[in-house]
């Protein structure tokens, strides 16, 4: 990382070759207008630290031969907390050297703790999201040439491995899925790792959000009762991309008091930033509306563009087989041009062996390849420091993403450019128009909620099965942990005695709750050909999204769903490439459980509270791919499902509708626009994905009597989504009622009010409605307008 990072041989780009470049991108035929915006980051040099006198010579002279010769200060900083045992979080940008923070101190002191004969003296949990990011730091300690004892365990690990790493293991790479039922239900086999422990690294923790976030919240309380109960008391480590609150948010996963390191002495050279709106298609959407070029088809053109340039460039899409087709299509477009250069070009298809990756990184490196498509995944596989430009085909959901993505462009600290092409949708409207809120606002919070009871309980449960549960340990587990307990007891699952309370039940604990899958028992995926289980859903979106006929896509990999079943809980899909996708449309209908907090902006009022949601997927569309254009709409035959979760909601009062104008004939479809393009704009200021909620509007709710607008989490329990639109509500709705506003469609479109998912086909809308009712709400909010 560090030994390229200053090479000297490297050619110095011209001051402002980078503007230039992105400007050149909008000198094509028909582009003039697409590029909406483009900014220039300065130079950043530098800030370099020694290495600390308490650093192991050994460690220090395995990272010098590697060519790191001294630390920058974020590292220095980082490692000196975690030596005197203060937990900290490290939350910097891509290729800022995180991992040398904990890895100095882990290593150090295991070696000075080892005894005479090499038994274990310390050890170090580090634990991941993915296999394939334990892998890389596996792989990554072992090129050290330490003699320390590094070793991953995962589902992967044979019986003999697993016997080795609970022996002799120092350095044991995990994942939250094997603490969760592997390691803390069978501590006591690991006593002897447990007892050692010094020190848990937990990486790329902005991972862990929304419910998965709280599941891993609680897996890390449980993981820090086992270590006490072995008498370790470990320091945690955490590692981020640039998030918003990382004290915040690695004091909430851990439970803990946590220092944050979040200032970049890493250096970085000029970058150019440009916000791109693809033009509108001639062909016409659902109800007439106008729709834009997809983001992936102007993405393969822009990379076409850079590469016959010479100009390295990776371009990231959603899927695997985006991928494959923005390369195939860029490919085609050089190939016009010259022959030579449609070779350079190639579709990151994931799945790939760690030496298929280096040699992806090695070929980028060397300039043999100069573009390459690749979905998200590859942010967790593979180490790309040869770049000088990224496309980001459609927003990646948060700004973190957005800015790790742009942090792997710039070739040895050097100049780069990073393009956001928007998708047709309200969220990525509103960013190019609106490139402050990209490039000036700090990264988002990140979200979730540690005391969701529907996830605390089963925790609760392996909790006491591991160690029995004593009273002076309930309040670890959240404020509801107490009134749980006690549910719990009544209902049989845990005993209440003398000492705490007690899992007496012959089946293991952790069994009652699946840490990835959002909530409700999931539902298998299984390949009809192999009987294969390929992966799993959500039970709460598994009506939307593993629908008879429905396309899935799964890790990056393209399949069609045969059948669903709803008793086995079971969904036969197959492998396909088929030219569309998928969405489903439902139905919803919403009722005010309980009223938990409000506020009242003049007549107007915003809620947050418990709702009862009922709703029903009724059919979905097939869009043909890329260009999103509606082929037709299937109908479906699902049951209802209900839902108890968490909403937040605005009401306008009689004399405020009065004042607007509208006619009452209007007001449901400029309530339904203003839900709708609510719900595409939430996810940028709570860390979520717009199918993770849901909405309703109407002109008369039974529960408040007046024109309401729900926006509701669609997990049950909530997952601190809706709960954060209250909070920034006035921010958020503002925010809505600019995109409509600036849209440059005639009576709305996907990229301001129309919803993919809507069960009413998008109908009633009305985009000027909507403004005019969202003017009335957000003036009538205190503070500034
Ligand atoms: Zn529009
Ligand atoms: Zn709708």
Not at 89 to 106: E, H, N
Not at 380 to 387: Q, S
Not at 655 to 665: R, S
Request: hydrophobic share 40%; with cysteine.
């Amino acid at each position: 990382m560090r030994g390229v990072a200053e090479d000297p041989s490297a050619p110095d780009t011209a001051r402002s070759g980078v503007e230039q470049l992105g400007r050149s991108l909008a000198s094509g035929p028909g582009r003039e207008d697409s590029l909406r915006h483009l900014r220039v980051l300065p130079r950043r040099p530098a800030v370099v630290a020694p290495w600390p006198e308490w650093a192991h010579p050994d460690v220090v002279a395995a990272y010098r031969r590697r060519g790191v010769t001294e630390l920058w200060r974020h590292q220095a900083v980082a490692a000196e907390a975690a030596r005197e045992g203060q937990h900290v979080v490290i939350s910097t940008g891509t290729a800022s050297g995180k991992s040398l923070a904990y890895q100095l101190p882990a290593l150090t002191t295991t070696l000075e703790r080892r005894g005479a004969r090499g038994e274990r003296g310390a050890s170090t949990l580090y634990i991941s999201p993915t296999k394939a990011l334990a892998q890389d730091q596996l792989a990554s300690i072992a090129a050290l040439g330490l003699r320390i004892r590094v070793t991953t365990h995962d589902g992967d690990s044979s019986y003999e491995e697993r016997d080795w790493t609970r022996e002799h293991g120092e350095y044991i790479l995990t994942n939250p899925d094997m603490l969760h039922r592997s390691l803390l239900p069978r501590h006591e086999r690991w006593s002897g790792l447990f007892r050692s422990l010094d020190l848990v690294v937990v990486d790329e923790c902005h991972h862990y959000r929304g419910v998965f976030g709280a599941h891993v919240a609680q897996v890390l309380r449980r993981l820090r009762r086992v270590c006490a109960f072995h008498g370790s008391d470990p320091t945690f480590v955490l590692a981020s991309a640039t998030v918003g609150n990382p004290a915040e948010h690695a004091g909430r996963l851990t439970g803990l008091d946590v220092m944050a390191v979040s200032r970049d002495d890493a250096p970085r050279g000029e970058v150019a930033l440009a916000l791109w709106e693809p033009r509108f298609t001639s062909f016409r959407g659902e109800n007439g509306a106008p729709v834009r070029r997809a983001a992936s088809s102007e993405s393969a053109d822009l990379l076409a563009d850079l590469v016959s340039g010479g100009v390295r460039t990776l371009a990231f899409v959603r899927s695997r087989r985006a991928a494959e087709q923005v390369a195939i299509t860029a490919a085609r477009l050089l190939a016009e041009v010259d022959p030579d250069l449609a070779g350079r070009v190639a579709g990151y298809r994931g799945g790939y062996l760690p030496e298929e990756r280096r040699e992806i990184e090695q070929a980028l490196r060397s300039g043999d390849l100069l573009g390459l498509a690749a979905t998200n995944a590859l942010e967790l596989g593979i180490d790309v420091a040869g770049l000088d430009a990224v496309l980001v085909a459609g927003f990646p959901g948060t700004r973190a993403a957005w800015w790790q993505q742009v942090g792997r462009a710039g070739r040895n600290a050097g100049d780069a450019l990073a393009v956001l092409v928007a998708r047709d949708d309200p969220l990525d409207t509103y960013l190019v128009h609106h490139p402050e809120a990209l490039l000036d606002r700090a990264v988002e919070q990140t979200v979730f909620d540690p005391a969701n009871p529907y996830v605390v309980g089963p925790h609760l449960c392996a909790a006491a099965q591991e160690v029995p549960i004593r009273e002076t340990e309930v309040a670890m587990f959240g404020p509801q942990a107490r009134e749980l307990l006690d549910e719990l007891t009544v209902a049989g699952r845990l005993r209440r005695r003398a000492g705490g309370w007690y899992w007496t039940h012959a089946e293991p604990a952790s069994a009652l709750t699946d840490i990835r899958s959002g909530s409700g028992r999931p539902f298998s995926l299984v390949e009809s050909e192999t009987g294969r289980v390929i992966g799993t859903v959500d039970g709460s979106s598994a009506h939307s999204t593993a629908h008879a006929g429905a396309v899935y896509v799964h890790r990056g990999d393209t399949w069609l769903v045969r059948s669903l079943d709803l008793d086995d809980r079971v969904a036969m899909i197959e492998r396909c490439d088929v030219d569309y996708s998928t969405t489903a449309r439902e139905l919803t209908q919403i009722a005010i459980s309980r009223e938990l907090d409000h506020r009242d902006w003049g007549d107007a009022r915003l809620a947050f509270g418990l709702v009862d949601v009922t709703h029903r997927v009724v059919s979905y569309l097939r869009r043909r791919q890329p260009s999103g254009e509606v082929i037709e709409e299937v109908r479906l035959d699902l049951p209802e499902q209900n839902l108890t979760t968490q909403a937040v909601w605005w009401t306008l009062g009689d004399d405020q509708l009065a004042e607007t104008g509208l006619l009452p004939v209007d007001l449901p479809g400029a309530a339904h626009a203003a839900e709708h393009c609510s719900i595409g704009l939430l996810p940028l200021f709570a860390t979520c994905d717009r199918w993770d909620i849901g909405g309703v509007s109407t002109a008369h709710h039974a529960d408040t009597g007046r024109l309401t607008v729900f926006v509701y989490d669609g997990h049950p329990g909530g997952a601190g989504i809706s709960a954060r639109g209250f909070q920034v509500a006035r921010d958020w709705l503002t925010a809505t009622r600019e995109t409509i506003r600036v849209c440059d469609c005639p009576d709305g479109c996907p990229s301001c009010v129309q919803s993919p998912k809507c069960g009413n086909q998008n109908h009633p809308l009305d985009k000027a409605g909507a403004v005019t009712l969202l003017d009335v709400l957000v003036s009538a909010a205190p503070g500034r307008p």
